[in-house]
């Protein structure tokens, strides 16, 4: 494998179905680590469609029979500019998917207040929560235990899109910001925050990826650089990027 030292780990399965069950134990087995050493274990969410296997199988009985979920506080990496019911909300999907077929406290479930006429002050608001709810790092940045992420066709990741001032975001957790090529407003986790996680784990599928993937698993720096998903540097934490093979078959000498 060729590039950066990024991600820490890649793993490849055959299927999104066998790639998709591997980020579930993986995902299970981070929340029961963080629960058993610190008695909590503070996610935050992936939007967009490709999690909905992931979260429906974190659903099934036999495995969240075995996840302490009564211990894990949820945040959503980012969100749309529409109502928490709405069938385009990352919110709705992850709840009809997931939240509402576990013993999570609701409380502990923080959906991004997207759907506001004020975007900045939710925003602020929002970033203010996690602040307040999640311990920090060294560095005084909140320090999530596991952050999930996906990967658009055009290497965005979360919110963070090609060419927006919000990838050069150093200060501010949580940004709110138009996004020229969809139109819409997004609310999102900047690379600071991101970036301070322990772990992040990005599930990648489908062959409308590869072109991307390729990119990011190439040496070519500078094309790497202008896909958002390169930024992603957890420097105290370990970065999995889990793959299908339609995903990954663009990748050179795998
Ligand atoms: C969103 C996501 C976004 C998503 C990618 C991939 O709100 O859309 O946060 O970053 O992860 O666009 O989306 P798919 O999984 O639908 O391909």
Known sequence: MTG???????VIRKTQQDATEFVADLVQDIICQSVSSTGACRIALAG??????????????????????????????????????????????????LLDHVPISPGRVCPMP?????????????????RDTIPADPNGTPQFDLILLGMGGDGHTASLFPLTDALGETKRL???????????????????LINAARNVVSLV?????????????????????ALPFSMIRPSGGEFCLVMDESASRLIDNI
């Open 174 to 192: 949580i940004v709110s910001h138009m996004v020229p090529i969809l139109g819409r407003n997004r609310m999102t986790f900047t690379f600071p």
């Open 4 to 10: 950066s030292a990024y991600p820490t780990r890649v």
């Open 205 to 225: 599928t489908g062959t409308d990826k590869a072109e991307a993937i390729s990119v990011i698993m190439s040496a070519d720096e500078k094309a790497r650089a």
């Open 114 to 130: 997207a759907d506001c006429d004020d975007l900045d002050s939710a925003a602020q608001r929002y970033e203010q929560l996690i």
């Open 48 to 97: 967009g469609t490709t999690p909905h296997g992931l979260y429906k199988q974190l659903a099934r009985p036999e495995r969240s029979s075995k996840t302490p979920w009564r211990d894990v506080e949820v945040f959503f990496g980012d969100e749309r500019n529409v109502p928490h019911d709405h069938v385009e909300s990352n919110f709705h999907s992850a709840q009809r998917a």
